[in-house]
C-alpha cells in the first residue's frame, strides 16, 4: 500500500469535505470550497493530502499565519497505518521550510498522548478558548 502525500487541490475538495465530516472536524462556515482555494492562493502548500491509489484518505492544514497545525484527519477506514504520522510530518516540514521554529497544535484529550508521541509537549493552559460571531461588514 503505497501512501502518497502532495499538496491539495481544486478536485479534492469533496473527498476532504467528506473525511473532515466523518472525523467531526468538518465547519461549514469556515471549510468552504472558497475557503480552501484562498488558503491555498496565499500558499499552495497550505493543504496538504494523503491518497492511496489516486483515493484522498486524510488532510492536514499547515497555516504558517500563528505557526498553526490544524484539522488533521484520516478516512476511518485507513487508521492506524501511519498515514495520520506522516501527514503530521509533512505538515512540520512545510511550516520548517518557511522558517517557522516552532508549530501549535489544539487537541482534544484523549489525542494528547498521539501527539506526545510526536515530540510535541503539552503547555499549561494559560489560555481559554474564546470566539465571537462577527457582523458581516458588506
Ligand atoms: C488522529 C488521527 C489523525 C490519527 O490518524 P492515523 O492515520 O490513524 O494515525 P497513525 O496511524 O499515524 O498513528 C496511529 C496511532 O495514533 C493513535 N491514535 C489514533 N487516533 C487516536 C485517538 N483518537 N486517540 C488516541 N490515540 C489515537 C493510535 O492508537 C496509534 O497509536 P500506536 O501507534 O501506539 O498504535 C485519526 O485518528 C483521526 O482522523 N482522528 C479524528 C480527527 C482528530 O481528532 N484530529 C485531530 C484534531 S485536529
Redesign the pocket.
Known amino acids: 500500500m503505497s501512501i502518497n502525500i502532495r499538496p491539495y487541490q481544486k478536485v479534492d475538495y469533496e473527498q476532504v469535505k467528506s473525511?473532515l465530516e466523518?472525523?467531526?472536524?468538518y465547519e461549514p462556515r469556515r471549510d468552504t470550497f472558497q475557503e480552501l482555494e484562498r488558503k491555498v492562493d496565499r500558499d499552495s502548500k497550505s493543504v496538504i493530502v494523503?491518497e492511496i491509489q489516486e483515493k484522498v484518505v486524510?488532510v492536514?492544514y499547515a497555516l504558517k499565519d500563528g505557526a498553526i497545525?490544524?484539522?488533521?484527519?484520516?478516512?476511518?477506514t485507513?487508521?492506524?497505518?501511519?498515514?495520520?504520522?506522516?501527514?503530521?510530518q509533512a505538515a512540520e516540514r512545510e511550516l520548517s521550510e518557511k522558517g517557522i521554529l516552532e508549530a501549535s497544535?489544539?487537541?482534544?484529550e484523549?489525542?494528547?498522548?498521539?501527539h506526545e508521541?510526536q515530540g510535541y509537549l503539552q503547555q499549561p493552559s494559560k489560555y481559554v478558548w474564546m470566539t465571537k460571531r462577527l457582523k458581516h461588514q458588506r
Open positions: 473525511i466523518q472525523r467531526g472536524l494523503a486524510g492536514v497545525i490544524t484539522h488533521l484527519a484520516v478516512d476511518p485507513y487508521k492506524n497505518k501511519g498515514i495520520g504520522t506522516l501527514l503530521m497544535i489544539m487537541v482534544t484523549g489525542l494528547v498522548p498521539f508521541s
